[in-house]
């Protein structure tokens, strides 16, 4: 077995150095980070639809987003009524994935799929931290971290977003059609933006190193009393948090290649999860899906969209051009999304890195005072079957959509 797994490591390491030596050069190496990371490699045996891939890369970014309030943002000031419920939320991130797994574009899938903890974790962290109550993070080990955290953020901010405009600019110059002069002309473009990188980075990384350095000492001289025990238990969580968003947010990276050459043909399916979710937020109705039969074209990079077979029993109140408006501007926002998605992948990994270090660096300190984290079992992903059955999670299905 521990023969078989290294092999299989092996594997996934050749494959990365063949991806970033050129077999997708789009997205160059950020594909040998990802496919190193074993339960991210495993997308390398899954044929995810574009909706999962881009779904796995946005709850990424939830949590990404909600790890940065729960540190420095929210929530307000008063009692730690966030950090009770983030100590233990094993049960809450399982039922939330088992949800999740009942979902058309999980449960209508036509080979096996993994929902990822990261589900769970977009459901269930940034309800804690922003419906709950308490100090933030650094407020409980220092105030003080605020203001350099935020400092560092904002940098990181921006060569991420340089980052996404050159991988946006790669995928420009690959597309059909484009031209040598506008082809030089986007490289030259991304020759300067990657020269803005470097300055940045010279100047973020000495204020990381700081920041770092201040996270660790202010952890270890932190005034915790009885609420000791919470906070090293929420920074245990929050490091697992993070662990399975950098899963999701590589396995959108590993997807990708695949998903991305097939997008008109899955973008039915897709429609259909956006008339499902849209139709049971306005209504509360969950629609069979064997009804719906949507006609969906894509001229280039624009959708368009007829809804066939609902009727009034289905859609109560709402009419069909309200469902249709709606479903269509999710659409569009989606297959954009979906060219851009490497961009994406690139700037939540470097917020999620950076929150890693920060958080390793709280516990180090924790552990200098005393304070041991307590042991974090893994949460495991739920298997959905093509039968639309969910192995590992609550049980349960949803009727299969049509094909």
């Not at 077979?309 to 479903?327: Q, Y």
Request: net charge neutral.
């Amino acid at each position: 077995m521990l023969k078989a797994s290294i092999l299989a490591w092996l594997r996934n390491v050749v494959l990365g150095l063949a991806l970033c030596a050129g077999a997708v050069p789009v997205m160059g190496c950020a594909m040998l980070g990802a496919v190193t990371n074993p339960k991210a490699a495993a997308a390398l045996n899954e044929d995810a639809s574009m909706y999962v891939v881009l779904r796995r890369s946005t709850t990424a970014e939830k949590i990404a987003d909600s790890v940065d309030a729960a540190m420095s943002k929210q929530p307000g000031e008063g009692d730690d009524g966030w950090m009770a419920t983030l100590s233990e939320p094993t049960d809450a991130l399982k039922d939330a994935m088992t949800t999740e797994s009942k979902r058309h574009h999980y449960a209508g899938a036509h080979a096996p799929i993994r929902v990822l903890p990261a589900e769970g974790w977009a459901r269930v962290l940034p309800d804690a931290v922003q419906k709950g109550s308490g100090r933030t993070l650094f407020a409980m080990v220092g105030g003080s971290l605020v203001d350099q955290y935020q400092a560092v953020a904002d940098l990181k901010k921006q060569i991420g977003d340089l980052k996404g405009k050159i991988e946006d600019n790669k995928i420009e110059m690959k597309k059909d059609g484009e031209s040598d002069d506008d082809k030089n002309r986007l490289s030259k473009e991304n020759d300067d933006l990657n020269t803005q990188v470097d300055k940045l980075e010279e100047k973020v990384d000495p204020l990381m190193d700081k920041l770092i350095d201040a996270a660790r000492d202010s952890a270890g001289k932190a005034q915790l009393g009885s609420d000791g025990t919470k906070v090293v238990a929420v920074v245990a969580r929050l490091r697992q948090a993070i662990d399975d968003a950098k899963t999701s947010n590589g396995s959108a990276l590993i997807g990708y290649p695949r998903a991305i050459p097939g997008l008109q043909n899955t973008l039915k399916g897709t429609v259909i999860s956006f008339i499902l979710e849209y139709v049971e937020e306005k209504t509360g109705k969950i629609v069979d899906t064997s009804k719906i039969d949507p006609q969906v074209t894509l001229d280039g990079m624009t959708p368009q969209i007829t809804i066939n077979g609902l009727g009034p029993d289905d859609l109560g109140k709402l009419s069909i051009g309200e469902l249709t408006s709606a479903v269509l501007d999710k659409t569009k926002k989606f297959v954009a999304d979906a060219f851009a998605l490497p961009s994406r992948v690139g700037r939540v990994g470097e917020m999620l890195t950076m929150e890693g270090k920060i958080l390793n660096a709280i516990q180090d300190g924790l552990k200098t005072a005393g304070l041991t984290p307590p042991p974090v079992k893994d949460i495991e992903p739920i298997q959905v079957t093509p039968a639309g059955t969910a192995k590992g999670g609550r049980g349960g299905s949803r009727p299969q959509p049509k094909h």
